[in-house]
């Protein structure tokens, strides 16, 4: 029987590869909801072309152009936060793509998988906040969590039939980003439009962002240790600039096993939604004459904070993580409207987590105060900065 596949984010980078793989595989897949943020007008296409039983808005004010784009198609829409919540759990939805960025993809998420749902999760930011709550719940409903994240992907990839191995260490690869060769006086003069061009991964501008900054290769850190049972010790970080390796297992033997080939988002997606079949695709193949040179390289924490950062959450835990992330988002955004500098990130999470109430066995209500508690600190910072 064909898979049927909710898209959480399905207008965003992983969500249109996601479509573009189902495309491939229509005998293996079909579409049953698609849901995004404020893109309606990708998200009208997308209906018009897959035909899902249902498609969600989270934003309110968008229903309404929604449904009139929508007026003569059987489609069910629905809007707001409390529907993404509320369609995972549908008895028609067999996988749950998280696509979503930030931490919007926490509650859904955890909705899915409290309905039994299978995760095909792309939303990192879901384990970062709550990794504890996730973990205990997929266990308790039998949920599997595939990664769709190449590096977290290549991971489970090796570890395909060793589950009696034991573990020694994980080497998480990063690209190094835009300005892994810029002295610290060059990246006091980064720019947005810097920032938004990765040398070797076309995404959203967030996760971009995160890339230069090196952040999003810290909330793989710590991924990594949820889905992986690891600890922080076990989790390496090396820089590989051709990004053709894209991670690699190490056994007690001292053995290494590494997952290869051209960066291309989809193929850790069909992986993970056919899994633990590979399916025939039609994806550029990798020759190695093409790359003569494979090189790596120890990240520098100095210059690129964040990765230090996120392993001092990891390390402490309770909603350390929750307040690196929260932080991170604000930061963020504030960069993308130019109100802050490059450099301004790494300090302005670092003070949020000076800042922010610590709890060391956090619940889930405490996640939520955390990270609204921590965006306000944040803007508050943020604010306190552009006046000096």
Excluded at 110 to 124: M, V
């Amino acid at each position: 029987m064909k898979k049927r596949i909710a898209i959480l984010g399905s207008t965003g980078s992983i969500g249109t590869q996601t479509l573009e793989v189902i495309e491939e595989n229509p005998e293996h897949f079909e579409v049953e909801i698609l849901t995004a943020n404020n893109n309606i007008d990708l998200l009208v296409e997308q209906t018009k072309k897959f035909q899902p039983n249902m498609v969600v808005v989270a934003n309110h004010c968008r229903y309404k152009a929604l449904c009139e784009a929508l007026k003569d198609e059987p489609v069910k829409i629905f809007a707001g936060k409390e529907a993404l919540e509320q369609v995972v759990q549908l008895e028609t939805v067999d996988v749950v793509v998280t696509a979503m960025v930030g931490y919007s993809g926490l509650l859904p998420t955890l909705k899915a998988i409290e309905a039994g749902k299978h995760i095909a999760l792309a939303n990192k930011e879901t384990l970062v906040v709550a990794g504890e709550i996730i973990t205990r719940e997929a266990v308790k409903n039998k949920v599997n969590i595939y990664p769709v994240d190449s590096e977290h992907s290549a991971i489970f990839q090796c570890l395909a039939g060793e589950h009696m191995n034991e573990i020694e260490k994980i080497y998480l690869t990063a690209s190094g980003g835009p300005f892994r060769s810029l002295t610290e006086e060059q990246l006091q003069k980064v720019t947005k439009a810097d920032a938004l061009k990765h040398p070797n991964w076309e995404m959203g501008a967030k996760i971009t962002i995160d890339s230069a900054s090196m952040m999003n290769k810290g909330f793989e850190v710590i991924e990594a240790k949820w889905l992986f049972d690891l600890k922080p010790e076990q989790i390496d970080v090396i820089v590989h600039p051709q990004s053709i390796v894209h991670s690699m297992v190490q056994f007690r033997d001292g053995s290494m096993k590494a997952q290869m080939g051209l960066p291309d988002m989809k193929l850790p997606i069909q992986y993970a939604l056919n899994f633990p079949k590979r399916l025939p695709s039609s994806f550029e193949r990798f020759n190695f004459l093409n790359y003569p040179k494979l090189t790596f390289e120890q990240p520098n924490t100095k210059k690129f904070r964040n990765l230090a950062l996120a392993y001092e959450a990891l390390e402490q835990g309770g909603n350390l993580p929750c307040i690196l992330n929260a932080a991170n988002e604000v930061v963020v955004q504030a960069f993308l409207k130019e109100k802050i500098r490059f450099v301004d990130m790494p300090d302005l999470v670092e003070a949020s987590m000076q800042q922010v109430t610590f709890i060391k066995d956090p619940v889930l209500d405490d996640y939520i105060q955390t990270d609204k508690e921590t965006r306000l600190l944040t803007s508050s910072l943020i604010k306190q900065r552009s006046k000096n």
